[in-house]
């Protein structure tokens, strides 16, 4: 699986931004799918995980009501509905796929885009 992460900018609080992750390889549909997160001088944390069908999902407390994790395996894609943004928010993120036990964790993942930075402007 390749993925390629998109949609990253420079917002003010408040903003909203739409993150996208295209995937490719023949397991994409059956992979569950994540967001995760780098802030400058932090660890990577996670951010939200989609089931091969979309029907389970987890979310970090800290984006859990503004965030929406989203996938279209037709078009195989993922997506991170940001809503409320906050400075905060600010970090590289990254989206990956794989077969994990426990989705927050991100070595359970094999496969990772190159990121795409969201910068949060107070």
């Known amino acids: 699986v390749q993925l390629q992460a998109s949609g990253g900018g420079q917002v003010q609080v408040g903003d909203s931004l739409r993150l996208a992750c295209a995937g490719s390889g023949r397991t994409f549909s059956e992979s569950v799918m994540a967001w995760f997160r780098q802030a400058p001088g932090k660890e990577r944390e996670f951010v939200a995980s989609?089931?091969?069908?979309?029907?389970?999902?987890y979310y970090a407390d800290s984006v859990k009501g503004r965030f929406t994790i989203s996938r279209d395996n037709t078009e195989n894609t993922v997506h991170l509905q940001m809503n409320s943004l906050k400075p905060e928010d600010t970090a590289v993120y990254y989206c990956?796929?794989?077969?994990?036990?426990?989705?927050?964790?991100?070595?359970?993942?094999?496969?990772w885009g190159q990121g795409t930075l969201v910068t949060v402007s107070s």
């Open positions: 990956a796929a794989g077969f994990p036990t426990i989705p927050q964790l991100a070595y359970e993942y094999d496969y």
């Open positions: 989609i089931s091969w069908s979309g029907g389970s999902t």
